[in-house]
């Protein structure tokens, strides 16, 4: 598990990843994308059309089993992430590693969400 969201930051850091539905969405149509990932906190009817497209496409899914606040902070972004589509892995191992899991786990040892604040004003 700790591999791949090591896999996945480095996919984001190396690689070509979209964020958000609208994003995800417009790359599975124009099948660029190679991996979905989403949080288990996204709105279910989001959930239906993405998983619905995906298995038209051909595209695998894995759920996040965490907040998108904890998915963005694994993702090294101040803001959260609900979902998310790999394009290109970079130099990550992402695509031969999703294949052994089709869950992620938050790790709270390894996604600090004290740096995010949703105050407003600061």
Known sequence: MADLSSDIRLAVDSGEVVFGLRSVLKSIKENTT?????TSKNKEQNLLEIKHLA???NTRII?????PIA????CGKPFSVSM???I???NSRI???SNK????EAEPEEINTEEISLEKGE
């Open 95 to 97: 695509l031969e590693t």
């Open 55 to 57: 298995s038209i496409s």
């Open 84 to 86: 998310l589509s790999i």
């Open 34 to 38: 190679k991996l979905i990932i989403a």
């Open 101 to 104: 899991e089709s869950k992620i």
């Open 88 to 90: 290109k892995p970079g």
């Open 63 to 67: 759920t996040f089993e965490g907040n």
């Open 71 to 74: 998915l963005g902070a694994l």
